[in-house]
């Protein structure tokens, strides 16, 4: 169970939404995982920008924040459908209604917002707000057909969820089987095989905005949730390897950052390591994830955390509006370094989560009974 303190007030529970199926510390762990996926996006950033919040530069690591989002989205979406289908049937139509009628206000009306205002002050001249969207930029952000900056991750996610039904079904259909387990692995490593063959990542562009080179992420969510599936199945689950597993996976992680990497390998530091690693990261954030939900009560703490929570549950928001913070208080602060990264990041999380209470909020209770 979370561990509670005096201060709970009515809107920090809401946003938590502390029901019996996050407050079993669970699935609340993986509000925490996003959080920690916006922190690493917004601390390279910082870094970037000369405003690092910590001694060690954390510039480069970014990329590995927003692969983290990647494989936690399918995981959540992929589970979510799996025991659904379980429950109520793939071939029930309103399920899969209400899947699409919350992936979209999931994602648009945030992001409608970001983009109308950035088109309003590009089009009045505003030349220091980050996104520069004019009428033609706006129509191909809305056609998911171009992203600037940090917006290019939007359309890699809105395609996955058209084809993440396909891959459910072929999971339930695997798992119905009752196939060896060495058989679903095989399918499953060859299937990423394919993929790598078909889009080799040495030729990912930068900040592409197509599915394809990105899907062994998704694909690792997607199996991490037919794991997860399984294991909550039976009835005798070994802790301890779960435990060394998700270390691993942290240490793993800490050592790729590009500063400490360059440090154990006595090499220059290259902000660009591991920006096409899809399939390590794939793996890496899989394991962490799996580690974090059937490894011990301690690391599961950690990511339960209300404030780590918090974090996780206004990160889309975090992720649309930190570069604007971060560009405005790098232009009109007067200030460099630690103590003005710190002020933009505290600015940064408050407009977050006024950003989610406005913007996001009100779109959650909305959704399509499947029965």
Known sequence: MLTRTSFNPRWLREALGDTPATTDGHLAALDGLRGLAVLIVMASHWSNAGMGLLPLSLAGIGKSGVYLFYVLSAFLLARLMLLRGERLGYSNVRMWADYALRRVLRIWPLFVVVLLLSWVLTT??????????????????????????????????FTFYLWLPLLVLAAAWLRRRAFPMVVEVAVAALLLYGVLRAWPPAQAPVNDIHLWHYLPLFLCGVYAARIDVGLR???????????????????VFVATVPQVWAWLTGTVPRPDLGHRWFLFFGLLWSVLLLAVLHGPNWLR????????????????????????????????????????GWIAFAIALAISALSWWWLERPWRAVRLRAG
Request: net charge positive; aromatic share 10%; hydrophobic share 50%.
């Open 301 to 340: 703490r950690i990511f339960a955390h209300p404030v780590l929570r918090l974090v996780g549950i206004i990160s889309f928001s975090a992720y649309l509006w930190h570069m604007p913070v971060l560009d405005y208080v790098r232009a009109h602060a007067g200030m460099q370094g630690a103590l003005a």
């Open 233 to 251: 199945s039976g009835q005798h689950r070994r802790i301890w390897p779960w435990a060394l597993a998700g270390a691993v996976a942290l240490g």
């Open 124 to 157: 009045q001249g505003v030349t220091g707000w980050h996104y520069q969207i004019d009428t033609r930029a706006l129509l191909r952000h809305l056609s998911l057909r171009e992203g600037q900056s940090v917006l290019w991750s939007i359309p890699v996610e």
